[in-house]
Each structure stands twice: as structure tokens, then as C-alpha cells.
């Protein structure tokens, strides 16, 4: 009985002190960014009691056989063999049951925090998110906004009605936690309630491609009265942009062609549109071309016509169905950089 007792205080110690150094290296909680929605609660709770179970399996296994090691060893001119033993039913039915009521309990909560995470506001804030490679739109269909910023009120659920233009993606902001696939075909929902007002980055967290590192939008958690001014604003500025390049600047947002190509020179994975209409442009056959209304029609309803040079080939730019008056839009847009 002893024994029992001495390994069972063992077990005590070694649990507590393997849960002190997982949390030292980062692993129990202090990895964690700081926790900016409702959904994060739960989701912490439950990662908390899985790494106390863990140091607790892996004390019950360890101290038991490191104290088997130092007390049961064979002594020096030590020769008879150890005694023979057949079983113990009590421990077989214990290491059965204990484990199995482990199980059911963290299905509960596994449960718990997903009905936590998924619970239904009927008043959300409903807004529609596009993922693209290599970035992320957001529209707000009530006020007629699309923006390539996440602005959210602090304390409202907000539920994001999410799609894919091309690939799976997968929309992460750290600090909720809660991460969704964005996948083609389908509308998926993502609900988050944020608390904490501040600014925070979302993420792709699937691999969609050679720039999916740089697949990164800001959001912004900003108080109900920031967030109202913040509407207010862009619906002016949606007002203000119905002019043909006002529209176009909202169509290169909404379908993602500043994620590869930038207003301001910048490089990223396809030319930039800063300058670009009337410029001569090289091709990768050495030839050049005016990038005029013709060449950048072709160059969106057909990207293999003609590749630029200094980019991949065939192009990693899908073509796309727009309309005369969209592209006329577009190229308007594409006029103004200069």
C-alpha cells in the first residue's frame, strides 16, 4: 500500500510541475494572443483543461515507471527471479473506465464550446466576405459598402457569409480563435463577437498559392459610435464614387485585383496599374505593346494573350467574365493612376 500512496503523490507533483513547464515554453496558455471575442472563452477553457489532462497522462505513465526503475531494481548479487504476477482485475477495469469517462466529459465540452462559438444572434450584422487570391473583400450589402478593411463594432455578433472566387481558403483572425474554410461553390458562415476594441489581421490559413503568405487584410474592432461614424463615411464615399472610375475602384476591390495588382507602384505578383495606361509595356517575347483600352481588355478577358515580361507564364490570372461597361469601368479606374 506504500507504494501506492508514495507513487500516487508522485503523480500529484509530477502533473503540477509538467503543467508549469508546458506553460513556461509557451504551450499551455501564454502562447496564446490576447483574446478579443466572446467565442475565444470557451475555446481557451477548453484548450486549458486538455493540457492539465495531458500533464496528468503523461505524470501517470512516467512517475510510476521512474519510481519501478529506482525501487524494484534487481540489486547487486541479486539472482532469483522476479515474482511472477497474472494480472490485477481492479487496475485493468480502473485504466478502462478512468479514460473512458475522460472521453465522455471532454466531449461535453468539446460540445459546450462549439454551441458557445456557433450561438445564433438574430440581430447580427450580416456582412459578405470574398476571398481571392491573394486577398480579402468585405461587403456591407445594407449601407452598399465594399471595403478591403474589416470594421466591426465591439460587442455585436456579426456573422460573415463567406465565398471563394477561386480556391479553398481558410479565414483566421488569431485573436477570435475561430477559424473557417472559404470554400468555391458554397456560402460558409463564420460568427464572432468581438470585445476587445483594437487592430488585428485576417489571415489565410489554407495554402492557396505562391502569395498566400501575403494574403492579409487588417480588421478593426472599433467602438459602436467609431464604427457608425466609419459607415457613414464610406457610404459617402460609396456615394461619391459613381462616377466610371469611382465604380471601377470598387470592382478591383471587389474582385480582388489589388491583391497582384498595386495602385502605387508597389510590386507584388502581377504589373502594377500605377502609370500603366498609355505606357509602353514589354512583353515576354521581347516585343512591346501600348497598354491602351485594347490591351487591357484582352489582358482581363484573355491573361495568356499577352504576358508581361518579368511575369510568370502561362499567368497565374484567371480570366474573368466581366461585362463592357465593367471593364470600361475598370480601365477608367486605370487612368487615374498616374
Not at 78 to 89: A, S
Not at 259 to 266: F, I, K, L, R, V
Request: with cysteine.
Amino acid at each position: 500500500m506504500t507504494h501506492f500512496v508514495i507513487v500516487g503523490i508522485l503523480v500529484i507533483v509530477m502533473t503540477v510541475l509538467t503543467y508549469i513547464g508546458l506553460d513556461a515554453a509557451g504551450l499551455a496558455k501564454q502562447m496564446h494572443p490576447v483574446a478579443a471575442s466572446a467565442q475565444a472563452i470557451p475555446i481557451d477553457q477548453l484548450w486549458h483543461w486538455e493540457v492539465i489532462v495531458i500533464a496528468f497522462l503523461f505524470s501517470v505513465i512516467m512517475a510510476p515507471m521512474l519510481y519501478s526503475l529506482v525501487v524494484f531494481r534487481q540489486k547487486k548479487g541479486e539472482l532469483l527471479d522476479g515474482e511472477h504476477m497474472e494480472g490485477n482485475t481492479n487496475l485493468e477495469i480502473a485504466w478502462t473506465v478512468v479514460p473512458l469517462m475522460i472521453v465522455v466529459v471532454f466531449a461535453y465540452l468539446g460540445a459546450y464550446s462549439l454551441g458557445e462559438v456557433r450561438r445564433v444572434d438574430p440581430e447580427a450584422l450580416v456582412i459578405n466576405v470574398r476571398a481571392q487570391q491573394f486577398t480579402w473583400s468585405f461587403e456591407y450589402p445594407e449601407y452598399g459598402i465594399i471595403s478591403t478593411e474589416l470594421y466591426l463594432p465591439v460587442g455585436k455578433q456579426v456573422i460573415l457569409k463567406m465565398e471563394s472566387a477561386d480556391v479553398i481558403h481558410s479565414f483566421w483572425v488569431p485573436e477570435f480563435r475561430v477559424k473557417q474554410d472559404v470554400v468555391p461553390g458554397r456560402i460558409t458562415e463564420y460568427r464572432i463577437t468581438p470585445t476587445l476594441e483594437g487592430d488585428y489581421k485576417v489571415r489565410c490559413a489554407e495554402l492557396c498559392g505562391s502569395s498566400h503568405a501575403y494574403m492579409e487584410n487588417p480588421v478593426v474592432v472599433a467602438s459602436v459610435a467609431d464604427y457608425d461614424a466609419w459607415i457613414v463615411e464610406q457610404a459617402a464615399i460609396a456615394e461619391a464614387s459613381k462616377t466610371p472610375e469611382g465604380q471601377g475602384k470598387i470592382l478591383a476591390t471587389k474582385y480582388g485585383c489589388i491583391g497582384c495588382h498595386s495602385a502605387d507602384g508597389t510590386a507584388l505578383t502581377g504589373p502594377t496599374w500605377f502609370g500603366l495606361f498609355g505606357s509602353t509595356v514589354t512583353l515576354a517575347d521581347g516585343s512591346t505593346i501600348t497598354a491602351d483600352e485594347a490591351f487591357i481588355t484582352q489582358s482581363i478577358l484573355e491573361p495568356n494573350a499577352t504576358i508581361v515580361e518579368g511575369f510568370p507564364s502561362p499567368s497565374v490570372m484567371p480570366p474573368y467574365a466581366l461585362t463592357d461597361e465593367e471593364i470600361t469601368n475598370l480601365i477608367a479606374y486605370i487612368q487615374t493612376l498616374k
